[in-house]
């Protein structure tokens, strides 16, 4: 089955939050999203190259780090729904574009 880094990225930033809230575990949160993250770098650096793979994993941090301050100002749920889109959106620009999806 082929499947976009994209929906990775974005899916992983969605259940570290939702693992969090379902389990009162930020460390577990936590663990969902590192995963999440090695994971992404590691099909990034093999399909996109070293560049953006790095670019990439920047905006998968950066996200999360938005995401709080952004909580604050329109929810906790619609800050983790924007950022995720954004991340995906990068993802798919810079990685998933034409023939490069990840089997898996």
């Given at each position: ?9 974005a899916?992983?930033?969605?259940a570290g ?11 577990l949160?936590?663990?969902v ?5 090695v994971l992404?770098?590691t099909?990034?650096?093999q399909e ?14 950066g996200a ?16 983790v729904?924007?950022v995720?889109?954004a991340?995906?959106?990068a993802?798919h620009v ?5 023939d ?5």
């Amino acid at each position: 089955m082929a499947l976009p880094t994209s929906v990775l990225s974005a899916g992983s930033l969605v259940a570290g939050y939702a693992t969090g809230v379902a389990t009162g575990q930020r460390p577990l949160a936590g663990v969902v999203l590192a995963a999440g993250g090695v994971l992404c770098t590691t099909l990034w650096r093999q399909e996109a190259g070293n560049g953006r793979a790095a670019l990439l994993l920047g905006t998968y941090l950066g996200a999360f780090g938005v995401s709080h301050p952004l909580a604050k100002q329109i929810g906790a749920w619609p800050a983790v729904l924007t950022v995720a889109a954004a991340t995906g959106l990068a993802a798919h620009v810079l990685a998933d574009r034409g023939d490069r999806r990840v089997r898996v």
